[in-house]
């Protein structure tokens, strides 16, 4: 729990900073009382409160049921159907505002591109037309794994036009991880480019999805588009691979949408939890759409005139909700940068707001942590007096850099939304309200309108403000996860009837049956405030990304030198927690620097360069109780360079915790 330490501490601060007076005069939400208002309007009168919000959308058949709630199995806008292609796409086009600008898409290298709404509905449909011609069908799985370059979304709507399902493999992962994530979803095609640019250099993609692929290890997959991005040489498998030009080529421009379902699932994107294997979370289409555009609407303020940036790569699920849909369902005109905040110089992204004039600009405090230690004359070199709105996503910010953000890149009169969510709550779910909501630095304040959060002890009781506990939601809200992929949920996608019931269960419903468990631990304070502490389970953050202890423990297992290992998460004042690995090695192995260098590495292969331990200790055995588990509480103390404290009476073996402390190096 790196940051969550000071976010405690916060807790007591008094410092508020109330909404400025011209910001909350124009503000969607003007006024705490409307806030007020609006919330207990939504919990009153779900029904009324959910039907002028959806009103505006387009529905191929409008809904009558707003809410199908058998715990834990949930169906909103029951009976409509809809596709969210049309209301990211043909409903503004429609409306005449198809030459307004949907991406102003920066390369890293120093291209540009612009791309209008009408010019994104007309790669969409041609691309749709394409896949159609390889013979997908509605229901089918697609992995995409691209740079973040406009063709990424055009995919994913593509997808969305057709009903194919797709699952989006962040950029930064391995081939092992992609070979998990095409064969727990079936994937019958993969997206992806030639190459990608990071600091001046090409990641190989499309050859990491060859070896993904390779020896027939995914024998669902018949087709790979590729994207020419970086002219990076490639190998060719002529019965499965197809350029994204000639998939296009002579296809189209015209592509009828297929009527959906509300709950046919939109997308699976997997993310870590407590078991060595993914979650395969499953976002349904009208739920989803709803909440993911009236959260971006409410929550950035979204106005005709703003130019909007989400710094997310659209591997994750901010991407996802706050780069594509949710974004583009309000019409809005966005940034998309490719590359890496320090190429070629550590100002890019203040370079960026200047350019085009971003207004409301939102971000990872990981991020904010090292624009801190990149120092003040980065962005005190550029004009940033076009931002009017911050936001952050992803950890607890610590005070000090919520202050830094405030003074230095909103020039002390931009209010700041700390956004907590979860891939599995698709949208932002506790977050300030920018015109409306007093803001305390390191709290994501009050819970948005549909939301009812609790924080509570072990058996279910709300705690006395105050007090730390378990976050936990009351009751659903339009995006909320429906389940975990599993074989078998393509085609009609009924809630509760396909996917893996027990894991859903037992992940999210188990210990308090019909309210939502986020796996967060939190506190209330005396104003209502929200002051999420970090996760409570063996998931990490790290740097923003969400990784499993378990997996990383795995990783390093299938090492032929490696018997057994722990992974814990230590603070860090950049990332929020660094990975620290302890290895047990077999018998006849000594541990040494290039074996140390060799495990690192393995788990970069393993599941991506992000997930590779920054701290790496070998040691005879792990520190157990006596039934055998691992105390992972004395190792958290140890990478922490923490004194060991508490109870440590049934440790089995306490010699080990002295080598462990390196007290006999
Ligand atoms: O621990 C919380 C933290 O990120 C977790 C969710 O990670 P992921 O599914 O990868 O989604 C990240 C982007 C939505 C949460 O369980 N988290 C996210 N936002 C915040 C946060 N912790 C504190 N404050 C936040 N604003």
């Not at 890149?409 to 506790?430: F, H, K, R, S």
Request: proline fraction near 6%.
């Amino acid at each position: 729990m790196g940051a969550g330490q000071d976010i405690h501490q916060a807790s007591e601060m008094t410092e508020r900073f109330e909404p400025p007076a011209d910001f909350a005069g124009s503000a969607h939400v003007p006024s705490f009382e409307v806030y007020k208002q609006l919330h207990q309007r939504s919990l009153d009168d779900p029904e009324g409160f959910w039907r002028e919000i959806t009103d505006d959308f387009v529905w191929f058949k409008p809904w009558t049921q707003l809410q199908e709630w058998k715990p834990p199995f949930v169906k909103w806008f029951v009976d409509g159907e809809t596709n969210i292609s049309v209301n990211c796409l043909d409903r503004h086009v429609d409306a005449g505002r198809g030459n307004r600008v949907a991406y102003y898409w920066e390369g890293e290298p120093g291209d540009t591109r612009t791309v209008t709404y009408a010019d994104l509905l007309a790669d969409v449909q041609r691309f749709a037309n394409g896949l159609k011609a390889q013979g997908l069908e509605c229901g089918d799985r697609v992995i995409i794994y691209m740079p973040m370059v406009p063709e990424l979304p055009v995919a994913m709507l593509a997808c969305a036009r057709l009903g194919l399902v797709h699952s989006v493999v962040f950029g930064g992962f391995s081939a092992d991880a992609i070979r998990d994530r095409v064969n727990d979803a079936g994937a019958r095609a993969v997206i992806t480019a030639d190459g990608s640019w990071r600091r001046g250099r090409v990641i190989p993609l499309k050859a990491t999805v060859d070896s993904a692929l390779a020896e027939n290890a995914s024998p669902t997959v018949e087709t790979v588009v590729v994207l020419k991005r970086c002219e990076n040489a490639v190998d060719w498998n002529d019965d499965r691979d197809v350029w994204w030009d000639k998939a296009i080529d002579g296809q189209s421009d015209v592509c009828p949408p297929v009527h959906l379902p509300a709950e046919h699932p939109l997308y699976i994107l997997y993310t870590s939890g407590t078991t060595g294997k993914p979650k395969g979370v499953v976002h349904a289409t009208a739920g989803y759409m709803v909440y993911t555009a009236y959260t971006s609407r409410m929550v950035f303020d979204l106005k005709e005139d703003d130019i909007y940036w989400c710094t997310a790569d659209i591997g994750w699920v901010t991407g996802h909700s706050y780069v594509v849909y949710g974004i583009l369902a309000n019409g809005a005109s966005s940034v998309m940068y490719e590359g890496a905040p320090n190429h070629p110089a550590e100002d890019r992204f203040w370079e960026i707001i200047e350019k085009y004039k971003v207004t409301v600009f939102y971000t990872a405090p990981t991020a904010i942590r090292t624009f801190v230690r990149w120092g003040d004359h980065h962005p005190d070199g550029h004009d940033l007096s076009s931002l009017r709105l911050l936001g952050t996503v992803g950890e607890p910010i610590n005070p000090d850099a919520w202050l830094w953000y405030h003074r230095v890149i909103g020039g002390g009169n931009c209010p700041i939304v700390d956004t907590w969510w979860q891939t599995e709550t698709g949208g932002i779910l506790i977050t300030p309200l920018p015109g409306a909501t007093a803001l305390k630095p390191g709290s994501a304040t009050l819970p948005f309108p549909g939301v009812e959060p609790e924080v509570v002890s072990e058996d279910g009781q709300p705690v006395e403000d105050g007090e730390r506990g378990l976050l936990i939601v009351r009751r659903p809200w339009p995006s909320m996860i429906r389940g975990i992929y599993q074989d078998g949920w393509g085609q009609s996608g009924h809630v509760g009837e396909f996917g893996d019931r027990e894991r859903f269960v037992d992940t999210y419903w188990e210990k308090f049956p019909g309210q939502y468990l986020t796996g967060d631990g939190a506190v209330r304070d005396a104003d209502g405030y929200f002051w999420v502490i970090g996760r409570v389970d063996d998931t990490l953050s790290v740097a923003g990304h969400r990784i499993g202890t378990a997996e990383v423990e795995s990783a390093l297992v299938s090492h032929s030198s490696v018997a057994e290992s722990a992974v814990v998460g230590a603070p860090d004042p950049i990332t929020g927690e660094f990975i620290a690995a302890f290895v047990t090695l077999k018998a006849g192995i000594d541990g040494d620097d290039a074996l140390e260098a060799e495990l690192t590495a393995h788990v970069g292969e393993t599941l991506g360069r992000f997930a590779r331990p920054k701290m790496l200790k070998f040691t005879d055995a792990l520190p157990k109780t006596r039934s055998g588990k691992i105390m992972r509480r004395l190792l958290r103390d140890i990478a922490a360079g923490r004194e060991v404290v508490g109870d440590t009476t049934t440790l089995e073996d306490l010699s080990v915790l002295a080598s462990l402390r390196g007290d006999d190096d």
